[in-house]
């Protein structure tokens, strides 16, 4: 089974934090991503990456930024965290061999900005 | 840009009936995929069910089934006997078939799904 493992289940942070969100997964996938989930909005993804230090905004990349420096690791970062942040963080990973290819997902880490 | 619309926030289904979650999309492109996933409470979220846009027959696993309507850019899923583990709450996904390949997924906004003993 695939696994994707989120560093934290849940963060409290500080408003202007610089606030690092780590996801691993397990089974050599090309593609990994970051969502972030509200009430109301579904899913939204942030950034996402489809090889290492290869990296491509998504639909809400204001405030956040990510590295891929290993296949297997992807980080979010908050530069300067701020209380519209507070979300639900999501990481996926998935295979590039074609669009249709399941994302799997991490457990999600619950961030507070205070 | 594609869009995708779940337009009931909640549901409600009586454990062991069937219940049908609604799902519309709006894209200009005829090659796709579509996805059901869903998300328990305080867990992962994985795939339910699975649609290439090309084939016509509807994707079906075990008490899951769509009706894919193409045409009226619909995408909805049915859950038979329903069972109290089938609550949570479930996204309507849209995939573009493209030569970049990325998978990347657009999400409709989610229905939570309570289903009653």
């Known amino acids: 089974d695939v696994k994707v493992t989120q560093s934290s289940r849940y963060l409290v942070k500080r408003t202007g934090e610089k606030v690092f969100l780590e996801c691993v997964q397990d089974?050599?996938?090309?593609?990994m991503f970051w969502y972030r989930q509200d009430p109301g909005l579904g899913l939204r993804l942030i950034y996402f990456?489809?090889?290492?230090?290869?990296?491509e905004k998504g639909d809400i990349p204001e405030g956040y930024s990510v590295s891929r420096e290993k296949k297997e690791r992807f980080s979010l970062i908050l530069e300067s965290a701020s209380t519209n942040q507070t979300s639900m963080y999501l990481c996926?990973?998935?295979?590039?061999?074609?669009?249709?290819?399941?994302?799997?997902f991490g457990d999600g880490t619950r961030l507070s900005i205070l | 840009a594609q869009t995708v619309t779940q337009s009931q926030p909640e549901m409600s289904v009586q454990e062991a009936e069937t219940v049908t979650l609604s799902c519309t999309y709006d894209t200009s492109e005829s090659d796709y995929y579509l996805f059901w996933y869903k998300q328990p409470p305080s867990r992962q979220m994985i795939l339910v069910i699975r649609?290439?846009?090309?084939?016509?027959q509807n994707a079906t696993e075990n008490r899951f089934s769509v009706n894919f309507q193409k045409a009226a850019k619909s995408f909805s899923l049915k859950i038979s006997d329903s069972q109290l583990g089938d609550a949570a709450m479930y996204f309507c996904?849209?995939?573009?078939?493209?030569?970049?390949?990325?998978?990347?997924?657009?999400f409709g906004q989610g229905t939570t799904l309570q289903v009653k003993p």
């Open positions: 649609q290439e846009a090309y084939k016509q």
């Open positions: 996926a990973s998935g295979l590039n061999r074609g669009t249709g290819q399941p994302q799997h």
């Open positions: 996904a849209y995939a573009r078939l493209g030569s970049s390949n990325t998978g990347k997924l657009i």
């Open positions: 990456s489809y090889d290492v230090k290869m990296k």
């Open positions: 089974m050599d996938h090309e593609n």
